[in-house]
């Protein structure tokens, strides 16, 4: 059974009714009381080092927590830290940073309720931050309602409901219902570290968060210059600072003059922000300013203050490679497995699992069970046909204006499917199995980036004269248009077999499959 340290330093998990409110108390071995079925899962110890509402946490308090995992590094195989909600993923961040390579598991969580409230989440999210512990998959995360979020991307997002947390520009590392984890297999992790030196626990608390608002008062950046050695701005939408009447950006200029270390982020949650769109960004680009990327407010405030109490001579050169090297989130370990490789992509009309069998079937059936199954993905019913072709297409949800629009085929689509593989060296085809001009395929799927196109009557030699008409005729007679393609190529058929009415009297194909 695995060894696993509980350190307690309070928050609402700890908390009892008083005269004046919720006040931590509880310590933890009364926390442990509450979840003894958890005996079952590990051999379980704990320790408290502080009982405190989050809403005191300061990154003294968040060292002594990096401290003490050090300290009982060698004794355990991971690690859990009941803590407030409040500033739950200040803490998580700081220690993703202190705790760089450690190579065991220390999972945080809390709760909205107290343990002691009848209808609490703390049982649920304690067991279930103990559970994952157990699973030894190093890196530091927060455990909330079931969802394992990657400790650098958690942000409470509600202030009285379960589902406090959400994992920000990052999947979710894992579901855990029942005592039983589901993992995503889509993110990809270094679980298996063997450093024991990655631990740092040191935090420089000489930084400043400004929310910019319109009419902010530019005399707050003189302020900070004389008093803070870095400065994280939150600007507006994908990074826009004001630059005329009230002009930030030559205040950051002259910040950046004086040697404090200046980050911009966006006030929005998802998406991160970019300085290359918009003129006022471009200016501020020209800057030597530190550009935040898709990381949370709370990520790249506690990332600076660890850069801060580690960087000496040259320290914002040194801080902005530091802040701005942040690893893509989005490559996983699927990322590169199909490059260079050809893709043949078909959108089955009507296609159901229902309808599918391992011996009438057998090519969908080794598809679904050995290949990629996408459980998530939806499609608009009401626009029939079209409607899913363009989300395929695009990954956009299409609407009727929309689609007026995309039938048109005067659209520029940078980032339609056959595009990208255009740009990565790919030659493109697509088919249709029915008349070409029915719904401007034969244009839309040219602005898509397809440069090879035949349907009936388009240059596709299939019987056009039935209804439905065979999807195994169109590939059987296109196959060698690319199969022996110079360069990799991009396929994609556009089905029609499937169309109902599934009556003998009115579909061919459902009559010739009659006796299946």
């Known amino acids: 059974m695995k060894n696993i340290l509980l350190i307690a330093t309070g928050g609402t998990i700890a908390c009892s009714s008083s005269d004046e409110g919720l006040t931590p108390s509880a310590n933890v071995n009364e926390l442990l009381s509450y979840i003894p079925h958890i005996k079952e899962k590990c051999k379980l110890s704990g320790i408290s080092i502080m009982n405190i509402d989050s809403t005191n946490m300061n990154p ?16 355990y195989d991971g690690f859990v830290v009941a803590h407030g909600t409040d500033t739950m993923s200040y803490t998580a961040a700081a220690l993703v940073y202190m705790l760089n390579n450690f190579y065991k598991p220390v999972v945080i969580t809390g709760s909205q ?4 409230a009848e209808y609490t989440d703390a049982k649920k999210n304690l067991s279930d931050a103990i559970i994952y512990a157990c699973e030894g998959r190093a890196g530091v995360y927060v455990a909330f309602d079931g969802c394992i979020i990657n400790g650098a991307h958690a942000r409470k997002v509600k202030t009285r409901s379960y589902d406090a947390f959400e994992s920000v520009n990052y999947p979710v590392v894992a579901h855990i219902k029942h005592s039983r984890i589901t993992h995503n297999e889509a993110v990809q992790g270094d679980y298996n570290k063997s450093d024991n030196s990655g631990i740092e626990p040191e935090l420089c608390s000489d930084v400043m968060l400004i929310k910019l608002f319109p009419g902010i008062d530019n005399k707050i950046f003189e302020f900070i210059k004389g008093h803070y050695k870095a400065v994280v701005i939150e600007s507006f939408g994908i990074g826009g600072i004001p630059n005329i009447d009230n002009n930030i950006v030559e205040e950051i200029h002259k910040l950046i003059e004086a040697g404090v270390a200046v980050v911009v982020t966006t006030q929005c949650n998802y998406e991160g922000v970019d300085l290359d769109i918009y003129e006022v960004g471009k200016k501020l680009a020209k800057e030597n300013v530190i550009i935040a990327a898709d990381m949370t407010t709370e990520a790249v405030v506690m990332k600076l203050m660890w850069a801060l109490a580690h960087f000496g001579k040259n ?12 690893p893509g989130t989005s490559k996983n370990k699927y990322s590169g497995m199909f490059e260079n490789k050809n893709f043949i992509f078909v959108v089955a009309e009507s296609y159901s699992e229902i309808g599918v069998d391992e011996e009438r079937t057998p090519t969908l059936y080794k598809l679904i069970h050995n290949g990629f199954t996408f459980d998530n993905f939806y499609v608009p019913y009401y626009l029939s046909t079209i409607g899913g072709e363009a989300q395929s297409l695009t990954g956009l949800y299409p609407n009727y204006a929309t689609l007026t629009k995309w039938k048109s085929g005067e659209n520029s689509f940078p980032y339609g499917l056959a595009t990208v593989f255009k740009e990565k060296g790919y030659n493109t085809y697509a088919y249709h199995a029915h008349n070409g001009y029915f ?19 388009m240059g596709l030699d299939i019987n056009c004269d039935i209804w439905p008409e065979s999807d195994i005729e169109m590939i059987n007679t296109s196959i060698n248009d690319y199969i022996n393609s110079d360069k990799p190529f991009m396929t994609y058929y556009m089905t029609v077999s499937g169309h109902l009415d599934y009556t003998k009297e009115s579909n061919s194909i459902v009559s010739k499959n009659w006796d299946l």
Do not use: H, W
């Open 60 to 75: 003294e308090l968040m060292m002594n927590i990096a401290k003490t995992i050090k300290e009982y590094k060698d004794d």
């Open 439 to 457: 719904q401007n395929r034969y244009k839309y799927l040219k602005s898509l980036g397809f440069d090879n196109f035949k349907a009936c009557n």
């Open 315 to 326: 320290a914002v050169t040194d801080i902005k490679k530091y802040i701005e090297d942040n």
């Open 113 to 116: 309720l107290p343990m002691e």
